[in-house]
């Protein structure tokens, strides 16, 4: 059975290869990434992960919400699922986000916003 590493909001990627030494009995770890978490946003940091991890002979896999953690960690070669649901499921995330995706809907909302801001209401012009 997969041991599951709650990964903190501050962790550094040395916190994190300090789990992989302390799990001596796991074989199979699995990084749940809270949202915010900026430690996997390096990909040096997600190669030295995959590195430990090979190293002390175990299998790691990464859970993030974040789409640029996922894609970091798909290109670092790590199984990543966008949640614990789709990690119990077997269903990984395939292929990288596309580029922009998070920030797309991310300027879709600011959008709206500025318009409900200056007209008082979304889509509703002052009269």
């Known amino acids: ?15 994190l290869i300090d789990r992989i030494r302390r799990s001596a009995a796991d074989r199979e ?7 915010g978490a900026r430690v996997l946003h390096a990909p040096l940091n997600l ?4 590195q430990y991890a090979r190293g002390f002979q175990k299998t790691a896999a990464i859970v993030s919400e974040d789409p640029r953690t996922q894609g ?22 395939t292929e990288p986000p596309a580029p922009g995706a998070a920030e797309a809907g991310a300027g879709a909302q600011a959008g709206r916003a500025a318009v409900v801001g200056a007209t008082g209401a979304a889509g509703v012009g002052a009269v």
């Open 29 to 35: 770890l699995v990084f749940v990434v809270p949202p």
């Open 72 to 93: 970091l960690s798909i290109r670092a070669g790590f199984p990543t699922f966008t949640s614990l649901a789709s990690w119990e499921g077997g269903s990984p995330v």
């Open 1 to 15: 059975m997969a041991k599951l590493l709650y990964v903190e909001p501050d962790d550094e990627v040395t916190d």
């Open 47 to 50: 190669q030295l992960l995959q």
